[in-house]
């Protein structure tokens, strides 16, 4: 539809039909042909069923039948399609990894790939936009929602979500960036909690994963419910206007995340619904998630010039520019093919690449030359995951459990023989039921190599999942520890949605795979990776800790003013350390085993000194001299030893994957140019400050080979 007729479209709104188009409401709403007012938990709405057929937006529906009937209904009594969103975050039914695994692979066609099937399984199904990519940079694995991220580098995250976005835009979703700005550094890792980031901080690590996803033409945004410096987000005119419109020129939807206007008030920060919709207004969120102060307010506030009509006029535009860009005016309908659908989901296709993902995000933490297993050798499964279907994630969309692969099905799918299995424990991390450990014991101590498949269930992570302790429960490490008094061959298949203190039973484990919550063919994937149909190569995207005091822990950390060794406890009480604690995480910030060894030589560069505009080459050797065929991540960081403002010890500024077979050799290259060492500086400039920088290179951030180079003081 021509931009005219959009204008002409919002000419003839009333100011009650523009309150009601920026309002978004559960799809169940609009579904229900009751004439009762939204009751029970969305009572606060206090909407009446007129309300309800006229609002411009819903969310979170259960597929195409739903969604035809929604937009018919609608277009009974609406001119205006509706919009309906959905959380498609790593998969629509057909499940792959979580995103905190998917960033593991360091793959980022495959991370495309990915997004661009779940896109297709959504689109077919009516979903127009999905609330994705999560963009948020995390450090506190005790928050439950690093599980959507893709960990803890900026660089990182942004180069993944513009894959994510990439692949749902080829499918025809619209993408929707969350959560602006800066959800993940909740203190203390507990949901919803309040942030403190300044804005060095902000600029250098929380915004620019966000920033970055403007290259790929994102659809909408959305406001975080926390509160960040004092401010709600939905308050926060500096980085919704100054930042996100003003100086990064997005012109896209905003939309506040689920009640996050109406909670102004629950924070302290508005006096009433009519203050949340003005404060929300003037930061041009066009869209009212779940709260309806626009609806109760929004013709006042204009009748009584609070707000310029003007303000309310450009956002419905934007909401309205949205909607014909996916094509909605043509076809409100558009996509949705039930039967495509159903013929599509269970394709070898869709199945084959969400195998590939889980193999690729698996992480291989230890292995004490028992890996791959043989199929010989007599085995069993232990613990309350070996016969678990539920690991395909908590924002699950239509992914079905009961289509997922199981451990024991993937092993005896690959065995082609039934293999016996005992829970040992429950699933359930607060239980402290030891009597199953015996039998389990007893069984194992039968066979030759145990399968110990532990870990958090799905429900233990993702929103409002956060743990205050995030060691393994007590009750699974006395059952590693009886396994381990066995003398078997002991492997842990750990599961969850967040990094795990594993240092209580690392000792007892001959060898550790990170399996995550893999998805729907999870089980087959674990199968093929500890049987070497295939080889591990995931790595790790957040550090792992040694103990939960230690968190917050990251790679990119400061250097302080009283560094210690990180590998030994210091005895001295005058530097940056603990008295009972090291301060190395347990597993780094890009670690994984494959099943080889690569090593790295002749690292070296084409200049020890870097002028403005130029790029200097670093060259890297790389050789397989294991038994077998493998995959590694080389990763490039940089450290910018002196500037005007402190710099991390190492920040990630490039990545190769490198696949070798046995004996095999490769040399690469990566570009070293001033663009890598820019950051915004004490001045607040986005700037690059001659000096010197050393450059690291390796498999994970803490085994690194080191050079130096100088950045030089150009002439000006
Ligand atoms: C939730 C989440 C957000 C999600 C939205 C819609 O509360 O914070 O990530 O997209 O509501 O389901």
Redesign the pocket.
Known sequence: MEESKIDDLIKRMTLEDKAHQLTQINADFVATDSKATVTGLTGYLKLDNDDVEKVGSV??FSGGEMAKAIQKKHLEKNEIPLLLMQ?VIHGYETMYPLNIAMGGTFDLDLVEDCAYMSGIEAKLNGVHVT?AP?VDLVRDARWGRVNESTGEDPYLNGLMARAFIRGYKKAGLGVCV??FAGYGAAESGKDYNVTEISEYTLRNFYLPGYKECLKEKPDMF?VS?NVLNGVPMAANSHLLIDVLRNEWGFNGVVIS??NGIGEMITHGYAPSYKECAKTAITNQIDIE?MSSSYIHYLPSLIHEGEINSLVVDKMVKRVLTMKNNLGLFENPFRGIDIKKYKDMIRTKANRKLVLGAAEKSCVLLKNNRVLPLETDTSVILIGPYADERSIIGRYKCLGRVDDCISVKIGVESLLGVEVETSKGCSSNILDNDYSMIDEACDKASRHEVIIACVGESSEDSG?GASRADISLPSVQIELIKKLAELKKKLVLVVFGGRPQVLSEVEKYADAILYAWEPGSEGGTAIANLLYGKSYPSGKLTMSFPRSTGQCPIYYNHFNTGRPKNPDIISNANFNSSFRDELNSPLYPFGYGLTYTTFIISNVHLSNDSLSKGEAIKLYVDIKNIGERDGQEVVQLYIHDIYASCVRPVKELKGFKIVKLKQGEESSITFEINEDMVKFYSSKGEYEAEPGEFEVMVGFNSKDVTTINFTLKRWEI
Do not use: A, I, Q, S
Request: glycine content about 0%; hydrophobic content about 45%; charged content about 30%.
């Open positions: 969310l979170n959380d609330f999560m969350k959560h959305m419910f995340d689920y998630m929103e």
